[in-house]
């Protein structure tokens, strides 16, 4: 069942669009992330679906009912929306409790009772609920944050960004724990984030947005293996462009002739993700030779330089166990098909 559907819905500021023709649906009980650079329109998406702003074009409904249309507007109190912002916005002056318990009216009888499972869901430890904020780290605020927006039983809660602030190895806890306590209550949820990796891990369904408009709508993995558009290819991941020649089910390349899904003929870009790439010594049969290997831990980076192309090098990432040496001589073998990117794909409208 569609919870949330936004039609055409466009935003301006003065000169600037920050939102343009931007259509999504939001399946119930599903998890989808909005992802895209810095000033792409990610949070006036939120703020108008939550209805702190009422937009310039378009409309959104949700479970059936019109929230903004012209017009037309619900305000935000009676959205039934919950947001948690970037920075947790946390009443300073009130206790956790308080803070978590401020969408549960005062004299409902199980009110303490309520605030006691809220925090237990965020996996919290009650002992910190007559803690203040400033007495909690920046993981902890954002489970306050979280259990006071789940407080309110929102039908969808609208998360902006809120693992930012938080150091690695925290953020994917994190963004585990959320998306068990959203899965556990059945809430439908929007993340926005510009970072690629949270929003491919944590949605059932990515959007990504550039410039105020939504190039490619899918689920995670379509996305990162079959990006609409170079520029998609590249903001999701990294990856490997050739030119090539497609030919029934082939692409001619520098790597040799790589299979293609694509129903294509002639001169085509395509696409590899680095894990499909395996380097492997060549003396005879070589198309390139290693020109630069950076070590980084768990991967390093080698980058080899094709031979008879003119080609740049082409940097992969692989795995540091047993790397080839510099001015080795090597063959790129392929795992599965290259993708086939549209040569015109950003003039194209987005899939549906
Ligand atoms: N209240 C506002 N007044 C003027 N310009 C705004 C306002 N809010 C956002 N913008 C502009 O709209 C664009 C999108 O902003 P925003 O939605 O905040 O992007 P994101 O959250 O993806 O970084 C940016 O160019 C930003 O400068
Ligand atoms: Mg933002």
Redesign the pocket.
């Known amino acids: 069942m569609t919870l949330l559907t936004i039609d055409g819905l466009g935003k301006s ?2 000169h ?1 669009t ?1 939102l343009d023709d931007v259509s999504l649906r939001v399946e119930a009980g599903r998890r989808t992330a909005v992802v ?1 650079p ?7 998406l939120l703020r108008l679906v939550a209805g702190f702003e009422a937009p310039d074009a378009g409309r959104i409904e949700l479970d059936g009912t019109i929230m903004a249309d012209g017009p037309a507007h619900v305000p935000a109190h009676r959205r039934g929306i919950g947001i948690v912002a970037q920075d947790g916005a946390l009443f300073p002056h009130l206790s956790v409790a308080e803070n978590i318990g401020f969408g549960i009216p005062r004299g409902t009888p199980d009110r303490e009772t309520q605030i006691a499972g809220l925090i237990d869901m965020v996996e919290l430890d009650r002992a910190m609920l007559e803690r203040r904020p400033h007495q909690l780290s920046g993981g902890q605020q954002q489970r306050v944050a979280l259990a006071r927006a789940l407080g309110r039983k929102p039908r969808l809660i609208l998360l902006d960004e809120p693992f930012s602030a938080l150091d690695t190895g925290l953020r994917e806890n994190m963004r585990k724990a959320v998306a068990r306590v959203l899965q556990a209550a059945g809430i439908t949820a929007i993340l ?1 984030t510009h970072d690629q990796t949270e929003a491919l891990s944590f949605a059932d369904q990515v959007a990504v947005l550039r410039g105020g408009r939504l190039v490619q709508t899918g689920a995670p993995r379509t996305l990162y293996l079959q990006p609409r558009d170079r520029e998609t290819a590249l903001f999701l991941g990294d990856a490997v462009l050739l030119p090539a020649h497609a030919r029934d089910g082939h692409a001619d390349c520098a790597l040799g002739a790589v299979p293609i899904r694509a129903e294509r003929q002639g001169r085509v870009e395509i696409m590899l993700r680095p894990e499909q790439i395996r380097i492997v010594p060549a003396d005879e049969d070589g198309t390139g030779r290693v020109v630069d290997i950076e070590f980084g831990g768990a991967v390093c980076t080698v980058t080899v330089a094709l031979e008879g192309t003119s080609l740049p090098p082409v940097a992969i990432r692989t795995s540091s166990l047993a790397p080839p040496a510099l001015g080795d001589r090597v063959r790129l073998d392929i795992d599965g098909a290259a993708h086939v990117l549209d040569a015109d794909g950003a003039d194209r409208p987005p899939a549906p």
């Not at 810095?38 to 006036?44: N, P």
């Open positions: 500021y003065g600037t920050a895209g810095s000033g792409s329109g990610k949070t006036t926005v």
